[in-house]
Nanobody, 124 residues
Framework: VQLQASGGGAVQAGDSLRLSCAVS????????VGWFRQAPGKEQEFVSM???????YYADSVKDRFTISRDNARNTAFLQMNSLKPEDTAIYYC???????????????????WGQGTLVTVSS
């Protein structure tokens, strides 16, 4: 299974970006897809996840601003990020959990495969 994250860039506070995570190999429709981020000098943190049943989960810091979705026909997941803030600046990674059990979706070690990351920079 290989993941390719894309869509990052440099934007102003209040702008929007849409990240994509293209997954090849395996059975995408049965996977949970998560997004994590790591800001400079900080630990990696959970951002969002969508289960194979299309149920979304969000970190409190992005709830009401970010929307996760998936297109099983395209083997791709998306993270629509609105009202971006400087504190959203980070490298964003997508990952898949091939056997999501309904819990611990925010724990990075749950995920089996990871993409290479895409950089999001938000300036004030």
């Amino acid at each position: 299974v290989q993941l390719q994250a894309s869509g990052g860039g440099a934007v102003q506070a209040g702008d929007s970006l849409r990240l994509s995570c293209a997954v090849s190999g395996g059975s995408f429709s049965s996977y949970a897809v998560g997004w994590f981020r790591q800001a400079p000098g900080k630990e990696q943190e959970f951002v969002s996840m969508i289960s194979w049943r299309q149920r979304p989960y969000y970190a409190d810091s992005v709830k009401d601003r970010f929307t996760i979705s998936r297109d099983n026909a395209r083997n791709t997941a998306f993270l629509q990020m609105n009202s971006l803030k400087p504190e959203d600046t980070a490298i964003y990674y997508c990952a898949v959990d091939v056997d999501f059990s309904g819990s611990y979706y925010y724990v990075s070690s749950r995920y089996d495969y990871w993409g290479q990351g895409t950089l999001v920079t938000v300036s004030s």
